[in-house]
Nanobody, 125 residues
Framework: QVQLVESGGGLVQAGGSLRLSCVAS????????MGWFRQAPGKEREFVAA????????YDADSAKGRFTVSRDNAKNTVYLQMNNLNAEDTAVYYC??????????????????WGQGTQVTVSS
């Protein structure tokens, strides 16, 4: 069982930045692909970014590419999401997730095995 705990959310003005963190329990963190998803009120959970076990980064083109950066520190069992130039459309609960399989899509929420409780990000315009 893997436990994931997110932090770093909050209220920020449009144009501002936040860095989300997600700490994982267990000894096999480095073997997981770690993803970030978000869910706005009344909308489905959507993929934001992922950092694979091999170090590759994947971003959703519409929401994250060019503004967000995903990184990981395996020594700290932590994955980060640096979010810059935030706007009101980024307001959502952000979740980190762990994918234990090395096959399958990075984009689908169903591909991930473990989830954190989420952290709220609110961007005021």
């Amino acid at each position: 069982q893997v436990q994931l705990v997110e932090s770093g959310g909050g209220l920020v003005q449009a144009g501002g930045s936040l860095r989300l963190s997600c700490v994982a329990s267990g000894r096999t963190f480095s073997s997981y692909t770690m993803g970030w998803f978000r869910q706005a009120p009344g909308k489905e959970r959507e993929f934001v970014a992922a950092k694979s076990w091999s170090g590759g980064s994947t971003y959703d083109a519409d929401s994250a590419k060019g503004r967000f950066t995903v990184s990981r520190d395996n020594a700290k069992n932590t994955v980060y999401l640096q979010m810059n130039n935030l706007n009101a459309e980024d307001t959502a609960v952000y979740y980190c997730a762990a994918k234990t399989s090395r096959s399958g899509s990075l984009y689908g929420a169903g591909q991930y095995d473990y989830w954190g409780q989420g952290t709220q990000v609110t961007v005021s315009s």
